[in-house]
């Protein structure tokens, strides 16, 4: 079924605000004949819901009135649980601070606040904090005091192997509505991504979030970061493309030489040139054609982009393998040797996944470099031979997410 309509009405209103000429093109598209069904299922799956409530909140009522119930009640639960994670945040921040460890807050309510102007017009879910590697086991500490754990239980030895390879633990609180996602590193050794922890710290800002000061990503690593994030997970939020061109769309506050030069030195060129090419795409966003040049100079991320953009808002529901991960890496990595590694760690390195699915004492912890490879091999034979002939051809659309739990 073609949703051409539903699709453009939700072009139109992922954005901060809307002009005159987008506000009376979303009118004239509410007074079509719309699937509400499938705009609602797709707005919820991309994280363009809260966005989607300011906008059709700012027109006459001209909606279907019982959708319009559906969406108002979905925007009043997702702002209460904003507020409360803001808040959860606040205390957070000042916990680090009076203990002298310090932190990066990122996404969540604060990217929110930072693009969109409201901590509730992204999809409340959980909170970013990044701190050093050698505040790990302090932070922990700290978080414990304030009733968080951390989830799932782990071994000492699972614990340290999950530091030493991935970037980032959850602990949770309130029966799971305060999650707390501690990083140390921006991404794990399975998705190579050259921006360190200590480069982000040494080039980081300070702004207000409620009045208070929160240390966050530069700029420069801000754009830099989202583009990696979104390139891990397959770009399969629309909502990811709207915050980076409201990012890139603030007069000033990209320093697009700055920002060109540390793409090439942390090896991400591909991956801003996705992003910048993405926004590109959807947006009147100003990219410097010179900036193209720079960094897609033959254009592969343009084609790339080009192919994402086609059927955007496709609602994916499967979870790619390893291998086809591997051959996505192989597109967007800078260097074939990163990808090359990147796919050899996705496929050796055990996860939290693997722990929970097979309990081993501590003396055979290192059996569990021989399992992951093991399940991974049977969880996809079983995946292909369940696999209709016919989806064949469609594998590579069926795509998600680059999960680090796999």
Excluded at 342 to 362: G, H, N, Q, V
């Amino acid at each position: 079924m073609n949703h051409q309509l539903e699709n453009d009405l939700l072009l139109c209103i992922a954005r901060r605000d809307l002009d005159p000429t987008l506000s009376e093109q979303l009118a004239t598209l509410l007074n079509k004949t719309l699937d509400w069904n499938y705009l609602l299922q797709t707005a919820q799956h991309h994280g363009l819901a809260p966005l989607l409530h300011k906008h059709l909140s700012s027109l006459p009522e001209s909606a279907n009135q019982s959708y319009l119930h559906a969406i108002e009640d979905d925007a009043f639960r997702n702002t209460q649980e904003a507020l409360y994670l803001t808040g959860q945040l606040l205390r957070l921040n000042r916990k680090f601070r009076s203990a002298e460890i310090r932190v990066l807050a990122f996404k969540g309510p604060l990217l929110s606040d930072l693009v969109y102007g409201d901590v509730s017009l992204r999809r409340a879910g959980d909170l970013d904090l990044l701190i050093e590697r050698h505040n790990y086991k302090r932070a922990k500490a700290l978080l414990a005091t304030m009733g968080y754990r951390m989830t799932p239980a782990l071994t000492d030895k699972q614990e340290a192997s999950h530091v030493a390879s991935h970037c980032e633990m959850q602990f949770v609180k309130d029966q799971g509505f305060s999650v707390v996602d501690l990083h140390w590193e921006l991404a794990p050794k399975s998705f190579t991504f050259g921006m360190t922890t200590d480069h982000v710290f040494q080039n980081c800002q300070t702004i207000k979030l409620s009045g208070e000061p929160f240390e966050t990503f530069g700029n420069e690593d801000l754009v830099l970061y989202q583009c990696m994030h979104a390139a891990k997970h397959l770009w399969m939020r629309f909502e990811w493309i709207s915050a980076l061109a409201e990012v890139l769309r603030k007069k000033d506050v990209v320093d697009w030489e700055k920002l060109v030069a540390e793409a090439k030195q942390i090896r991400g060129e591909r991956m801003l040139a996705l992003g910048l090419r993405l926004v590109d795409r959807f947006y009147e966003v100003p990219v410097s054609q010179s900036v193209f040049d720079s960094i897609d100079r033959n254009g592969l991320m343009q084609k790339m982009a080009n192919d994402l953009a086609t059927d955007i808002f496709r609602v994916r529901v499967t979870r790619p393998e390893s291998t086809e991960t591997g051959l996505y890496n192989f597109r967007v990595m800078d260097r074939k040797r990163d990808a090359g590694r990147s796919l050899m760690r996705a496929i050796f390195l055990p996860t939290l996944a693997d722990w929970e699915i097979l309990k081993l004492p501590s003396s055979l912890h290192l059996l569990y470099y021989v399992y992951r490879p093991l399940r991974l091999m049977r969880m996809y034979a079983s995946t292909i031979l369940s696999r209709p002939r016919a989806d064949g051809a469609g594998r590579a659309n069926s795509q998600v997410v680059h999960s680090d739990g796999a």
